[in-house]
């Protein structure tokens, strides 16, 4: 049946499953790591601090892995991050005594280089398989990608709590480095050779973008993601240990619950913002869902500032502000991937999501030091600044007439 499909589709289904193998390693690494050095006696601060240059390589990683996918080819730069991610998992598979901060952080650098060039060339790669004319398909083909890849890294928040329960953390890195492994000496066999791969070689100074309309998105996109990762990456999952009592698994669960349901809606959001009525949402479209979702956070601030019952203002707020974010996340991956230049698409791609990883950089540091100091309830108050500015950013982009036609000097 695979064979029977058409070139694109084959490949669209295999960059997917890369994606999709990725991610779930991605996930539960994450949840392993919070949960294990959490239960080694870390605080917050110094937990959010083991992600530190996760986040600061993913940053340094689109910026430079756009400009390399443009010159080498998609299809090498996601094999490159699939490697790298294995080795990144066989470097925690060390003694116990030399898992030391310094070690830690080096292994999350490597993943984070390997999960942002991953990334960067599934976004880009769609691009190049849907024709200009049929923004519809791109609009549900992102949607799908990036939905489907959200479920999944809610399952592997879910295998990431219960394999630490279950079989420690050694044994779960393990098993997880022998699967990905597997999964890329595959992509190296079937993926499209120069997928991606620019016609005229770009220079080196071509990595900032000079397009208005993507540095209005990457601005947006910024401050979107600093909004979640400020209380999702550390806040949270030790608030509910911590404060409310949770065993790991509950936390794990939970976790997975939320960004599986956030995956799910992800991959809706074309019928959500009008597609049912044959439209295709515009940059208008953008400022108003981050206003709506601005509100959420703030809301469930004050809520617990005034002593609300603090599960319910999680499980309710935090399902409404899952809706809205996700919502909001799919209309800006698809704006991005739309205004892109097809030539080098890379590059823009690339650039947006340096802005995406900056943003989860300033998010995860800021979650481990505004938990200490003002609690979860400060965490959701700078969450709803940060939408707000991304909302703000992004007013600018109905007048941003260069994006469609990004132009390279």
């Known amino acids: 049946m695979f064979a029977r499909l058409s070139a694109d589709v084959r490949q669209y289904l295999l960059i997917t499953g890369n994606y999709w193998a990725f ?21 917050p601060l110094q937990v959010a601090l083991l992600f530190l240059f996760y986040e600061i390589f993913g940053v340094v990683t689109n910026l430079a892995g756009g400009w390399l996918g443009a010159r080498i080819g998609l299809n090498r730069t996601m094999n490159i991050g699939l490697g790298l991610q294995v ?73 990431g709590g219960a394999l630490l329960t279950t079989l420690g953390f050694r044994v779960s890195v393990a098993a997880m480095a022998g699967a990905l492994a597997l999964v890329w000496l595959a992509s190296i066999t079937l993926l499209q050779r120069d997928l991606g791969r620019a016609k005229a070689k770009p220079e080196f100074r071509d990595l900032v973008s000079k397009s208005r309309a ?42 997975a619950l939320w960004v599986i349901g956030y995956g799910i809606v992800q991959s809706l959001a074309p019928l959500i913002t009008g597609r049912s009525r044959g439209a295709v949402p515009g940059p208008r479209a953008a400022p108003a869902w981050a206003g709506a979702l601005a509100l959420v956070p703030a809301a469930m601030a004050l809520l617990l500032a005034r002593g609300a019952a603090a599960d319910v203002v999680l499980m309710a707020g935090l399902a409404v502000f899952g809706v809205l974010f996700a919502v909001n996340s799919s209309l800006h991956s ?71 036609t990004t132009a390279r000097a």
């Open 214 to 255: 993507i540095n209005l998105l990457s601005a947006a996109r910024l401050f979107l993601f600093a909004a979640r990762d400020v209380w999702f990456v550390v806040a949270l999952p030790v608030f509910l240990a911590q404060s409310l009592g949770w065993d790991y698994w509950k936390v794990g669960a939970f976790l």
């Open 334 to 404: 698809y704006l991005i991937v739309s205004h892109a230049a097809e030539d080098g698409v890379s590059l823009d791609v690339g650039f947006y999501y340096m802005a995406n990883a900056l943003g989860r950089l300033l998010g995860t540091v800021l979650s481990g030091w505004v938990f200490q100091m003002a609690g979860l309830g400060g965490c959701l108050a700078v969450s709803g600044v940060f939408i707000a500015l991304a909302a703000l950013v992004s007013v600018g982009l109905h007048s941003a007439q260069d994006g469609a």
């Open 23 to 43: 991610t779930l390693t991605d996930g539960a690494l994450r949840m392993l790591v919070v949960l294990h050095f959490h239960e080694l006696g870390y605080s």
């Open 87 to 159: 080795i990144a998992l066989s470097m925690l598979l060390v003694p116990a005594a030399w898992l030391t901060v310094a070690w830690v952080m080096a292994a999350q650098a490597l993943s984070g280089i390997a999960k942002d060039l991953n990334k960067m060339s599934a976004k880009s790669g769609i691009k190049l398989l849907v024709p200009d004319d049929q923004q519809g398909t791109l609009y549900r083909w992102v949607a799908a990608l990036t939905g489907s890849k959200n479920a999944l890294k809610g399952v592997g928040f879910f295998l």
